[in-house]
């Protein structure tokens, strides 16, 4: 036991010195440890880091990056429609709905946006009102997205086949595209 608390005293001791030392704790370039925070630098934005976070599918990290991001520029149209695909990648339909109807009443001729509110109604079952936004979406796009032009026709063929039964239902899922951009495809 005394043999222990000479170690520990031993140990305290040389910490001290090294920290008292000219450089201190100091790390070298080619140190594989992580460098000091820079508290001068310019802060990154937190969108930027919740996108990324998003395409490495880390949704809460993404998640919590977008509420940083919210904090610095406040709710408006691209981090309320950052939450809501964040919201629909993790499937909390309800969260993502909310978030993207309030994104498109603050900016209204964006398709991306748009697209994704219709992939939350196909979701949840709302297929007529999902064709109506795909509509919209596929308007103020200008026919130029493939991915909406089959979420669309994806939303009319269901809106049309009213009889779909239990024995008849398929599965879908969601596939990314781009940044914020959402394709529903059938599961093989």
């Known amino acids: 036991m005394v043999a222990w608390i000479k170690s520990a005293g031993l140990l305290v001791s040389c910490t001290l010195l090294v920290a ?4 201190g704790f100091s790390r070298d370039r080619g140190s594989p440890f992580a460098p000091d925070v820079n508290r001068r630098a310019p802060m ?3 969108l930027v880091v ?7 599918k880390e949704y809460e990290l993404a998640l919590d990056a977008y509420h940083r991001a919210a904090l610095d520029r406040g709710f408006d149209a691209e981090v309320l429609s950052a939450l809501g ?13 909310t978030l993207l109807r309030r994104a498109v009443k ?12 219709g ?5 949840t079952g709302k297929h007529a009102e999902a064709a109506q936004v795909f509509r919209k979406a ?3 796009d200008d026919g130029a997205s493939d991915a909406i032009r089959d979420n669309l026709r994806l939303a009319l063929a269901k809106m049309d086949n009213l009889s779909y039964g239990v024995d008849e239902q398929q599965e879908y899922k969601l596939v990314r595209r781009g940044s914020s951009d ?7």
Do not use: F, S
């Not at 996108?51 to 490495?56: Q, S, V």
């Not at 900016?107 to 748009?114: F, G, L, N, Q, S």
């Not at 992939?119 to 979701?123: D, F, I, P, S």
């Open 20 to 23: 008292c030392a000219q450089d």
């Open 44 to 46: 990154v934005d937190q």
């Open 50 to 56: 919740g996108h990324r976070l998003l395409g490495a």
């Open 85 to 97: 695909t964040v919201n629909l990648a993790l499937g909390r339909m309800g969260q993502a709905e």
């Open 106 to 117: 603050k900016e209204e001729a964006w398709p991306e946006v748009w697209n994704n509110l």
């Open 119 to 123: 992939v939350v109604l196909m979701e």
């Open 138 to 140: 596929y308007a103020l």
């Open 182 to 188: 959402y394709l529903i495809r059938t599961a093989l």
